[in-house]
Protein backbone atom coordinates (compact mmCIF):
# COMPACT_ATOMS: atom_id res chain seq x y z
CA UNK A 1 0.00 0.00 0.00
CA UNK A 2 1.53 3.14 -0.68
CA UNK A 3 2.04 5.67 2.14
CA UNK A 4 0.90 8.72 0.55
CA UNK A 5 -2.18 7.66 -1.14
CA UNK A 6 -4.77 9.83 1.46
CA UNK A 7 -2.55 12.95 -0.18
CA UNK A 8 -2.77 12.01 -3.37
CA UNK A 9 -6.44 10.82 -3.41
CA UNK A 10 -7.14 14.40 -1.34
CA UNK A 11 -4.82 16.50 -4.23
CA UNK A 12 -6.81 14.68 -6.96
CA UNK A 13 -10.09 15.84 -5.07
CA UNK A 14 -9.35 19.37 -5.12
CA UNK A 15 -8.47 19.34 -8.78
CA UNK A 16 -11.14 16.82 -9.72
CA UNK A 17 -14.01 18.51 -11.43
CA UNK A 18 -17.75 17.87 -10.13
CA UNK A 19 -19.63 19.06 -12.87
CA UNK A 20 -22.81 21.52 -12.18
CA UNK A 21 -24.85 18.10 -11.40
CA UNK A 22 -22.07 17.42 -8.19
CA UNK A 23 -21.67 20.96 -7.20
CA UNK A 24 -25.94 20.78 -6.72
CA UNK A 25 -25.56 17.42 -4.76
CA UNK A 26 -22.72 18.73 -2.95
CA UNK A 27 -24.64 22.12 -2.34
CA UNK A 28 -27.86 19.33 -1.01
CA UNK A 29 -25.40 17.60 0.68
CA UNK A 30 -23.84 20.66 2.93
CA UNK A 31 -27.39 22.22 3.11
CA UNK A 32 -25.73 25.42 3.06
CA UNK A 33 -26.88 27.99 5.16
CA UNK A 34 -30.18 26.25 5.57
CA UNK A 35 -28.26 22.89 7.06
CA UNK A 36 -26.05 25.28 9.52
CA UNK A 37 -29.11 26.54 11.02
CA UNK A 38 -31.04 23.39 11.18
CA UNK A 39 -27.90 21.78 13.06
CA UNK A 40 -27.17 25.06 15.01
CA UNK A 41 -31.40 25.26 16.38
CA UNK A 42 -33.25 22.47 15.46
CA UNK A 43 -30.61 19.90 16.14
CA UNK A 44 -28.43 20.26 19.20
CA UNK A 45 -27.76 16.51 19.33
CA UNK A 46 -26.00 16.74 15.94
CA UNK A 47 -23.31 19.35 17.95
CA UNK A 48 -22.19 16.16 20.22
CA UNK A 49 -20.52 14.65 17.09
CA UNK A 50 -16.74 15.74 17.37
CA UNK A 51 -15.29 17.80 14.55
CA UNK A 52 -12.90 14.49 13.63
CA UNK A 53 -16.11 12.29 13.34
CA UNK A 54 -17.95 14.63 10.73
CA UNK A 55 -17.22 13.32 7.02
CA UNK A 56 -17.50 16.08 4.40
CA UNK A 57 -19.70 15.04 1.84
CA UNK A 58 -18.12 14.23 -1.71
CA UNK A 59 -20.64 12.33 -4.53
CA UNK A 60 -18.94 9.00 -5.46
CA UNK A 61 -17.48 8.60 -8.62
CA UNK A 62 -19.14 6.12 -11.43
CA UNK A 63 -15.66 4.76 -11.05
CA UNK A 64 -15.72 4.50 -7.49
CA UNK A 65 -18.97 3.16 -7.76
CA UNK A 66 -17.88 0.87 -10.38
CA UNK A 67 -14.34 -0.76 -8.62
CA UNK A 68 -16.21 -1.17 -5.05
CA UNK A 69 -19.02 -3.36 -7.33
CA UNK A 70 -15.81 -5.02 -8.42
CA UNK A 71 -14.21 -5.81 -5.57
CA UNK A 72 -18.05 -7.29 -4.31
CA UNK A 73 -18.26 -9.31 -7.25
CA UNK A 74 -19.11 -12.91 -5.90
CA UNK A 75 -20.81 -12.19 -3.01
CA UNK A 76 -24.17 -12.66 -1.83
CA UNK A 77 -26.49 -11.84 1.05
CA UNK A 78 -27.32 -8.10 1.99
CA UNK A 79 -24.53 -5.00 2.42
CA UNK A 80 -24.69 -2.53 4.44
CA UNK A 81 -23.12 0.55 4.07
CA UNK A 82 -21.60 3.13 6.25
CA UNK A 83 -22.10 6.45 5.75
CA UNK A 84 -24.18 6.49 2.62
CA UNK A 85 -24.26 10.10 1.41
CA UNK A 86 -26.27 10.14 -1.06
CA UNK A 87 -26.86 6.59 -1.33
CA UNK A 88 -25.39 5.78 -5.04
CA UNK A 89 -23.54 2.50 -3.55
CA UNK A 90 -26.52 1.21 -2.01
CA UNK A 91 -28.78 1.59 -4.67
CA UNK A 92 -25.79 0.05 -7.12
CA UNK A 93 -25.67 -2.38 -4.71
CA UNK A 94 -29.34 -3.58 -5.43
CA UNK A 95 -29.43 -3.69 -8.65
CA UNK A 96 -26.22 -6.21 -8.10
CA UNK A 97 -28.34 -8.86 -6.26
CA UNK A 98 -27.07 -7.55 -2.62
CA UNK A 99 -30.37 -7.70 -0.60
CA UNK A 100 -31.12 -6.52 2.15
CA UNK A 101 -29.18 -3.08 0.90
CA UNK A 102 -29.00 -0.30 3.85
CA UNK A 103 -27.42 2.67 4.01
CA UNK A 104 -26.50 4.16 7.22
CA UNK A 105 -26.50 8.46 7.38
CA UNK A 106 -26.02 10.65 9.88
CA UNK A 107 -27.06 13.90 7.59
CA UNK A 108 -31.06 13.89 7.43
CA UNK A 109 -30.40 15.78 4.12
CA UNK A 110 -28.50 13.31 2.79
CA UNK A 111 -30.65 10.50 3.69
CA UNK A 112 -33.69 11.97 1.68
CA UNK A 113 -31.64 12.50 -1.18
CA UNK A 114 -30.70 9.26 -1.24
CA UNK A 115 -34.91 8.00 -1.01
CA UNK A 116 -35.43 10.53 -3.83
CA UNK A 117 -32.36 8.78 -6.18
CA UNK A 118 -34.27 4.90 -5.56
CA UNK A 119 -37.54 6.77 -5.80
CA UNK A 120 -36.18 8.07 -9.41
CA UNK A 121 -34.32 4.84 -10.20
CA UNK A 122 -37.90 3.26 -9.62
CA UNK A 123 -36.54 1.05 -6.87
CA UNK A 124 -38.68 3.02 -3.72
CA UNK A 125 -39.28 0.35 -0.84
CA UNK A 126 -36.69 -1.84 -1.83
CA UNK A 127 -33.71 -0.46 -0.77
CA UNK A 128 -33.57 1.33 2.94
CA UNK A 129 -31.58 4.47 4.03
CA UNK A 130 -31.75 5.44 7.19
CA UNK A 131 -30.57 8.37 9.42
CA UNK A 132 -28.78 6.57 12.06
CA UNK A 133 -25.27 6.72 13.92
CA UNK A 134 -23.23 3.98 12.51
CA UNK A 135 -20.88 3.91 15.73
CA UNK A 136 -24.44 2.91 17.12
CA UNK A 137 -25.07 0.04 14.81
CA UNK A 138 -25.30 -3.47 15.71
CA UNK A 139 -23.06 -4.98 12.43
CA UNK A 140 -22.53 -8.66 14.18
CA UNK A 141 -24.67 -9.49 11.36
CA UNK A 142 -23.17 -7.96 8.43
CA UNK A 143 -21.30 -9.72 6.07
CA UNK A 144 -20.75 -7.28 3.03
CA UNK A 145 -19.90 -3.77 4.19
CA UNK A 146 -18.91 -0.37 2.21
CA UNK A 147 -17.57 2.35 3.73
CA UNK A 148 -16.46 6.04 1.86
CA UNK A 149 -15.30 7.82 4.86
CA UNK A 150 -12.40 10.11 6.12
CA UNK A 151 -8.97 8.97 7.34
CA UNK A 152 -9.57 10.00 10.84
CA UNK A 153 -13.10 8.36 10.75
CA UNK A 154 -11.46 5.43 9.48
CA UNK A 155 -8.57 4.58 11.95
CA UNK A 156 -11.15 4.73 14.58
CA UNK A 157 -13.81 2.60 13.09
CA UNK A 158 -11.39 -0.34 12.69
CA UNK A 159 -12.20 -1.09 16.22
CA UNK A 160 -15.49 -1.23 15.62
CA UNK A 161 -15.51 -3.74 12.44
CA UNK A 162 -12.66 -5.69 14.44
CA UNK A 163 -15.05 -6.50 17.06
CA UNK A 164 -18.16 -7.30 15.87
CA UNK A 165 -18.10 -8.28 12.14
CA UNK A 166 -18.06 -12.10 11.46
CA UNK A 167 -14.87 -13.89 10.02
CA UNK A 168 -16.26 -14.42 6.78
CA UNK A 169 -17.20 -10.51 6.22
CA UNK A 170 -15.96 -8.32 3.68
CA UNK A 171 -14.93 -4.81 3.80
CA UNK A 172 -14.70 -2.32 0.78
CA UNK A 173 -13.20 1.14 1.29
CA UNK A 174 -13.09 3.43 -0.92
CA UNK A 175 -11.11 6.72 -1.47
CA UNK A 176 -8.69 6.23 1.36
CA UNK A 177 -7.83 2.87 2.82
CA UNK A 178 -8.00 1.81 6.30
CA UNK A 179 -4.57 2.70 7.96
CA UNK A 180 -3.76 -0.49 9.89
CA UNK A 181 -5.12 -3.00 7.55
CA UNK A 182 -4.08 -5.44 4.80
CA UNK A 183 -5.84 -5.53 1.58
CA UNK A 184 -6.93 -8.60 -0.13
CA UNK A 185 -7.67 -7.01 -3.40
CA UNK A 186 -7.18 -3.48 -4.74
CA UNK A 187 -9.17 -2.15 -7.88
CA UNK A 188 -8.61 1.17 -9.79
CA UNK A 189 -6.65 4.17 -9.24
CA UNK A 190 -5.69 7.27 -7.25
CA UNK A 191 -8.59 8.98 -6.38
CA UNK A 192 -10.74 6.34 -7.61
CA UNK A 193 -8.59 3.48 -6.23
CA UNK A 194 -11.40 1.19 -3.55
CA UNK A 195 -9.77 -1.52 -1.14
CA UNK A 196 -11.34 -4.78 -0.12
CA UNK A 197 -10.17 -6.53 3.33
CA UNK A 198 -11.29 -10.30 4.74
CA UNK A 199 -11.99 -9.44 8.50
CA UNK A 200 -10.38 -12.95 9.16
CA UNK A 201 -6.67 -11.59 8.23
CA UNK A 202 -6.79 -8.60 9.80
CA UNK A 203 -4.75 -8.68 13.01
CA UNK A 204 -6.79 -8.98 16.54
CA UNK A 205 -10.09 -9.34 15.02
CA UNK A 206 -11.66 -10.76 18.15
CA UNK A 207 -15.12 -12.10 16.25
CA UNK A 208 -16.65 -15.24 17.23
CA UNK A 209 -15.32 -17.87 14.82
CA UNK A 210 -18.46 -19.99 14.26
CA UNK A 211 -20.14 -18.84 10.76
CA UNK A 212 -22.77 -16.31 11.40
CA UNK A 213 -26.27 -15.11 9.15
CA UNK A 214 -26.09 -13.09 6.62
CA UNK A 215 -26.53 -8.75 6.74
CA UNK A 216 -30.23 -8.26 8.31
CA UNK A 217 -32.00 -4.96 9.10
CA UNK A 218 -32.98 -4.34 12.46
Known amino acids: MDDDMPNE ?7 KHLGVWGVVQIAAGTGLAVYAMWV ?3 QPGFRKVPLKLQVPYIPA ?3 QVKNVMNLMRGRTGGLVDLGSGDGRIVLE ?6 APAVGYELNPWLVQLARFHAWRAGHHGKVS ?3 EDLWKIDLSKCKNVTVFLAPSVLSL ?4 LQDELPNDALVVAGRFPFPDWNPCRIEGHGVDRAWAYN ?3 QPHHTSQKK ?7 V
Do not use: V
Open 9 to 15: ALAELRT
Open 40 to 42: GLL
Open 61 to 63: SKA
Open 93 to 98: AYQHGF
Open 129 to 131: YRQ
Open 157 to 160: LQKK
Open 199 to 201: MQA
Open 211 to 217: QKPQCKT
